[in-house]
């Protein structure tokens, strides 16, 4: 049996908020994009990271996202929403969210046909250095008989094999420019941190396979999309799905009119069989 998995990191809920005190408001354009992008897609599993408001009563918005995307089973937990066409028969959050913790991460149980899937999404904090964010992958390791973990990792894969020019352009470009006062001895370390990772490392350790690299033999970046800049000097791949245990079909970044403008990272796919 075959079925396929969409992570997708939807930027703050599909709404236009700057996390100050104002309120956020739905983006109606990029909420209809998405819509009609996993419509389109079709996924039988959909993990979303960044789906805020998924509560109601929280900062005067809800997002309904089985409503939205149409899916009979969801899992909800803070910021990590997993949506299926099969049973999800189990769940676990692990991890904390804010700036000052490792993220979040959801385990979940779905039964694809007769078999139980075991699942997890992550989002490691963007905030936090690596060692922190691979405090978050142990957690997940707690679950036993993991054989998807997919989401926005907020790392690197050394695999890709970003070079000494990449980085600089990188450190100037992205993490000078965003590095609040702009401190170039700071920026330098986060470059140094960035550009070591060891989450992706962990997991290959763990047995898992990085799907996209199985499949394609040609570099491709899940961020930015033309949403966030049309400078893709400084693309980078942090959105990943790896398997252990499952035969790879197919598996890629989807860009396409839809997927430029409903989020600032591109949605990443794997086609698998039991």
Same mark, same amino acid.
């Given at each position: 049996?075959?079925?396929?998995?969409?992570?997708?990191?939807?930027?703050?809920?599909?709404?236009?908020?700057?996390?100050?005190?104002?309120?956020?408001? +739905?983006?109606?354009?990029?909420?209809?994009?998405?819509?009609?992008?996993?419509?389109?897609?079709?996924? @039988? /599993?959909?993990?979303?990271?960044?789906?805020?408001?998924?509560?109601?009563?929280?900062?005067?918005?809800?997002?309904?996202?089985?409503?939205?995307?149409?899916?009979?089973?969801? @899992?909800?937990?803070?910021?990590?929403?997993?949506?299926?066409?099969?049973? /999800?028969?189990?769940?676990?959050?692990?991890? $904390?969210?804010?700036?000052?913790?490792?993220?979040?991460?959801?385990?979940?149980?779905?039964?694809?046909?007769?078999?139980? /899937?075991?699942?997890?999404?992550?989002?490691?904090? #963007?905030?936090?250095?690596?060692?922190?964010?691979?405090?978050?992958?142990?957690?997940?390791?707690?679950?036993?008989?993991?054989? +998807?973990?997919?989401?926005?990792?907020?790392? #690197?894969?050394? *695999?890709?094999?970003?070079?000494?020019?990449?980085?600089?352009?990188?450190?100037?470009?992205?993490?000078?420019?965003?590095?609040?006062?702009?401190?170039?001895?700071?920026?330098?370390?986060?470059?140094?941190?960035?550009?070591?990772? &060891?989450?992706? $490392?962990?997991?290959?350790?763990?047995?898992?396979?990085?799907?996209?690299?199985?499949?394609?033999?040609?570099?491709?970046?899940?961020?930015?999309? @033309?949403?966030?800049?049309? @400078?893709?000097?400084?693309?980078?791949? +942090?959105?990943? /799905?790896?398997?252990?245990?499952? &035969?790879?079909?197919?598996?890629?970044? +989807?860009?396409?009119?839809?997927?430029?403008?409903? *989020?600032?990272?591109?949605?990443?796919?794997?086609?698998?069989? #039991?």
């Amino acid at each position: 049996m075959k079925f396929k998995i969409i992570a997708y990191n939807i930027l703050t809920g599909l709404c236009d908020w700057d996390f100050s005190n104002k309120l956020p408001v +739905i983006d109606k354009k990029r909420l209809s994009l998405a819509k009609k992008l996993i419509k389109q897609e079709n996924p @039988d /599993i959909l993990c979303l990271t960044e789906a805020f408001f998924s509560s109601k009563n929280y900062k005067g918005v809800y997002m309904d996202y089985q409503e939205i995307f149409n899916y009979p089973y969801v @899992d909800v937990r803070k910021s990590n929403v997993i949506l299926s066409k099969f049973p /999800i028969i189990y769940s676990k959050e692990f991890g $904390k969210q804010g700036h000052n913790h490792k993220g979040l991460g959801l385990y979940c149980q779905v039964m694809v046909g007769k078999k139980n /899937i075991p699942i997890s999404l992550i989002h490691p904090n #963007i905030w936090a250095n690596e060692s922190k964010r691979l405090e978050l992958i142990k957690d997940l390791f707690d679950e036993k008989n993991n054989m +998807i973990i997919c989401g926005d990792f907020n790392s #690197i894969s050394k *695999s890709d094999n970003y070079s000494k020019e990449f980085a600089e352009n990188f450190r100037k470009k992205v993490i000078f420019r965003h590095n609040g006062k702009g401190d170039l001895k700071n920026s330098n370390t986060i470059m140094k941190d960035t550009f070591n990772p &060891k989450v992706v $490392k962990y997991i290959e350790k763990k047995g898992f396979v990085d799907t996209y690299k199985l499949k394609n033999n040609k570099f491709d970046f899940t961020v930015p999309t @033309d949403f966030l800049s049309k @400078d893709k000097s400084t693309g980078i791949r +942090i959105d990943f /799905i790896f398997v252990r245990w499952l &035969k790879v079909l197919d598996a890629g970044i +989807i860009k396409n009119s839809l997927s430029e403008k409903a *989020s600032d990272h591109y949605p990443v796919y794997a086609v698998l069989e #039991i």
